[in-house]
């Protein structure tokens, strides 16, 4: 079992910066990817960011630029730099990763999802 535990997410201004971090444990073999989702309100959930196991990284495009994932393997943890935070990012954040758990297979994990608002 693999555990996730989501920090960061607030309110800010636009123009304003947040940084989110998902720190994961438990019985973790090997990160084969991970990820940011965000769900805004009425909309369905969508990939911001994610970087794979070789450190290859992907990025919306709505976020391109603005936006930074990293992660650090000796804690088990990923972060989303984000700045210059506009209305339209406003949204339930949500870290994932896919996992191969030790003696068993891969399983995709998510948190438990952090608010981040942006007002104008």
């Known amino acids: 079992q693999v555990q996730l535990v989501e920090s960061g997410g607030g309110l800010v201004q636009a123009g304003g910066s947040l940084r989110l971090s998902c720190a994961a444990s438990?019985?973790?073999?090997?990160?084969?990817?991970m990820g940011w989702y965000r769900q805004g309100p009425g909309n369905q959930r969508e990939m911001v960011a994610n970087?794979?196991?070789?450190?290859?990284?992907n990025y919306a495009d709505s976020v391109k630029g603005r936006f930074t994932i990293s992660r650090d393997n000796a804690k088990n943890t990923m972060y989303l730099q984000m700045n210059s935070l506009r209305p339209e990012d406003t949204a339930v954040y949500y870290c994932?990763?896919?996992?191969?758990?030790?003696?068993?297979?891969?399983?995709?994990?998510w948190g438990q999802g952090t608010q981040v608002t942006v007002s104008s």
């Open positions: 970087i794979i196991s070789s450190g290859i990284t």
């Open positions: 438990g019985s973790i073999s090997r990160f084969n990817a």
């Open positions: 994932s990763v896919d996992v191969k758990v030790i003696g068993g297979p891969s399983w995709r994990y």
